[in-house]
């Protein structure tokens, strides 16, 4: 129960961060160390900088590595409104992410079990926790309302 609290004060937290970039999906993504701190925010800003990368879970885990001046984020959590795809999922393992927390599933392009489960792929040699459906309702709203 403490969990799933914690887990839904972090995504409104995320989904705050998604509101920020009108242009674009609102997707939002923070990063916290292993204390529970905020390591990095950010939203999808592909429209704004015209980067295919531009997705809110690596500018995140970017500015999280920046923050602790490494690229392993080891014992670090990604929350996230919407579940990730091939790109963001294949990011999250190699940084060596703990735990994901995310929202909203995207069966179109999801690779965190509605399309493929990179996260859980046993030839990977990370495999981090898993939470999905955090404040679904709420993650899917702005997403339906954005594409309206």
């Known amino acids: 129960?403490?969990?799933?609290?914690?887990?839904?004060?972090?995504?409104?937290?995320?989904?705050?961060?998604?509101?920020?970039?009108?242009?674009?999906?609102?997707?939002?993504?923070?990063?916290?160390?292993?204390?529970?701190a905020e390591l990095?925010?950010?939203?999808?800003?592909r429209e704004l900088t015209g980067?295919?990368?531009?997705?809110?879970?690596?500018l995140a885990l970017r500015?999280?590595?920046?923050?602790?001046?490494?690229?392993?984020?080891?014992?670090?959590?990604?929350v996230v409104t919407l579940e990730p795809c091939t790109?963001?999922?294949?990011?999250?393992?190699?940084?060596?992410?703990a735990t994901l927390v995310f929202g909203a599933?995207?069966?179109?392009?999801g690779a965190v079990g509605s399309l493929w489960d990179v996260v859980r792929d046993t030839r990977l040699n990370h495999r981090p926790e898993v939470y999905a459906g955090v404040l679904e309702p709420e993650c899917a709203v702005m997403l339906r309302d954005f594409f309206r």
């Open 1 to 36: 129960m403490i969990r799933r609290l914690q887990h839904e004060e972090w995504m409104r937290r995320a989904l705050a961060v998604a509101s920020t970039s009108p242009e674009d999906v609102p997707v939002g993504a923070i990063v916290l160390g292993p204390d529970g």
């Open 40 to 45: 990095g925010a950010a939203g999808n800003e």
């Open 51 to 58: 980067d295919p990368t531009g997705h809110a879970e690596v």
């Open 63 to 78: 500015r999280a590595a920046e923050r602790l001046g490494t690229w392993r984020l080891a014992g670090c959590t990604l």
């Open 87 to 97: 790109m963001c999922a294949g990011a999250l393992v190699l940084a060596r992410i």
């Open 105 to 109: 599933w995207e069966p179109k392009t």
